[in-house]
């Protein structure tokens, strides 16, 4: 299983960027997905969370209001994450991440992608 993160890039604090991920396998719609981010000098930690249909959204704290994960399982770019209002807080490597099992996704998922760079500047 494959995944590719993109859509990162650089913006003033305040704008929105839109991040995707294309997954390989064509039944991914069995697997939760995430993203994670991993800022410098700090831990990966868990950005939001989907489940296979996309009926169940999960989000942390910090992006709550701010951040939308979605899904299409029709399409080879299987999930997205729209950001909004963005901070010079939410500056980070962006990871895209799978799991067949929902206790996992946010946590210690399976499948990974290369990171995207999001850089936000006040």
């Known amino acids: 299983v494959q995944l590719q993160a993109s859509g990162g890039g650089s913006v003033q604090a305040g704008g929105s960027l839109r991040l995707s991920c294309a997954a390989s396998k064509p039944t991914f719609n069995i697997y939760a997905m995430a993203w994670f981010r991993q800022a410098p000098g700090k831990d990966r930690e868990f950005v939001a969370a989907?489940?296979?249909?996309?009926?169940?959204?999960?989000y942390a704290d910090s992006v709550k209001g701010r951040f939308t994960i979605s899904r299409d399982n029709t399409k080879v770019t299987a999930m997205s994450l729209q950001m909004d209002r963005l901070t010079v807080e939410d500056t980070a490597i962006y990871y895209c991440a799978a799991d067949g099992s929902p206790a996992m996704i946010a946590t210690m998922p399976a499948y990974w992608g290369q990171g995207t760079q999001v850089t936000v500047s006040s």
């Open positions: 989907i489940n296979w249909d996309g009926g169940k959204t999960y």
